[in-house]
């Protein structure tokens, strides 16, 4: 097989290998080993907060940022050392797309189909006459959100097997976006792999099969949607007497985040079992119990939050060759949805 063909075994497998990444620039550690596997036919999110870390995995993904270390394959290919072949393999729209402005849309895209196959520039164009886009206006003289639609019909137009989007949404009016986001369901039904970054956790609650947070260059939580929302609890304790002291829940539960109001004491934790919520109960000076599924939001700020050890700030390297001498944590243990099923069950 020629090096630049894609291994169909490993598209079959994981669409995507990340492998222990980092990624030190002068001032930051923007990703500090880095690990994800993503299967073929899933729509993955990627979550996290400002500077996280998103654009600069992405980027690593795509080829256009060499790792400090680790490794990473796309379809089968190292980006790092055959950036053009992955970037055929796949549709990415960058954050800031950056499309000609002197051109028209129709020359866009004839100008890019240039690099594909014959069925480029019919698809292109029915995308843009779907959007109701004049492709005879020059890119310039678009709004931010046609702009946004014109990069998304560049990017889909050789029907890739995997998208690389990110934040797609942006730029988009809301019936635009909800269209759009089905269509990624769509995709990912017929076996194509859908990766986005996003900050809008509702539209990823909508989409996704799977989500990873990274929170200062580490992910700090991933797990398919359902796992997540299977091992995440809200429980509010309600004590007769402000000043009662409650037991920490007992390990493997984690607390990801806790507050006090009056009597009623309120925590994110994550492994709680139905034991644990009957050992509370029979506990003196508690009056009532509530627990629920955490939503995503909630599951989000308490993993973004900087409190507890679940994501720490980077640590610049302090080596000459740039490298990050910190062992990288290990936050996220496996979810266990089973244990916490029983409770809602
Ligand atoms: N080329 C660069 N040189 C120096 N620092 C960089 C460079 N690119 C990114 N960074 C830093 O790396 C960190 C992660 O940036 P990145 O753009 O990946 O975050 P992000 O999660 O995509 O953020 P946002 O949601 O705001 O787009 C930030 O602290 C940023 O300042």
Not at 22 to 39: C, D, K, P, W
Not at 133 to 154: F, T
Not at 304 to 333: I, M, Y
């Amino acid at each position: 097989m020629p090096p630049s063909e894609p291994n169909k075994s490993a598209i079959n497998d994981s669409v995507i290998k990340v492998n222990d990444v980092h990624m030190h620039f002068r001032r930051t550690s923007a990703l500090q080993g880095v690990n994800l596997t993503i299967e073929q036919g899933t729509v993955f999110a990627l979550l996290g907060e400002n500077g996280a870390g998103k654009t600069t995995l992405i980027r690593i993904l795509t080829g256009f940022q060499m790792p400090t270390s680790g490794s990473v394959t796309v379809c089968g290919l190292h980006p790092a050392e055959k950036p053009d072949a992955v970037r055929r393999q796949i549709g990415y729209v960058s954050d800031a797309p950056s499309l000609y402005p002197w051109m028209t849309v129709d020359q866009i895209g004839g100008f890019a189909a240039s690099l594909y196959d014959q069925d480029f520039l019919p698809r292109f164009r029915s995308s843009i006459a779907d959007y109701a886009i004049d492709a005879h206006q020059k890119i310039k003289h678009l709004s931010k959100g046609q702009r946004a639609k014109v990069a998304l019909s560049l990017a889909l137009a050789h029907d890739p097997s995997l998208l690389i989007l990110d934040e797609p949404t942006s730029g988009l009016d809301p019936k635009v976006r909800k269209s759009f986001l089905e269509s990624m369901i769509d995709r990912a039904a017929t076996g194509q792999t859908v990766f986005l970054s996003s900050h809008q956790i509702s539209e990823v609650e909508r989409v996704a099969d799977r989500v990873a947070i990274l929170h200062h260059g580490k992910i700090v939580l991933d797990g398919t949607l359902e796992d997540i929302r299977q091992s995440v609890f809200h429980i509010i304790v309600e004590v007769d007497d402000p000043l009662r002291a409650l037991p920490a829940l007992p390990s493997p539960a984690v607390t990801l985040s806790e507050e006090t109001r009056g009597r009623s004491r309120q925590w994110l934790v994550r492994n709680v079992d139905s034991a644990m919520i009957s050992h509370l109960r029979s506990r003196d000076g508690v009056t009532q119990v509530h627990q629920r599924t955490a939503t995503l939001e909630e599951t989000f700020v308490a993993y973004t939050s900087s409190a507890g050890d679940l994501g720490k700030p980077p640590a610049p390297p302090n080596d000459d060759d740039g490298h990050d001498p910190n062992q990288p944590d290990d936050p996220n243990a496996p979810l266990t949805s089973k244990r916490t099923h029983e409770v809602v069950s």
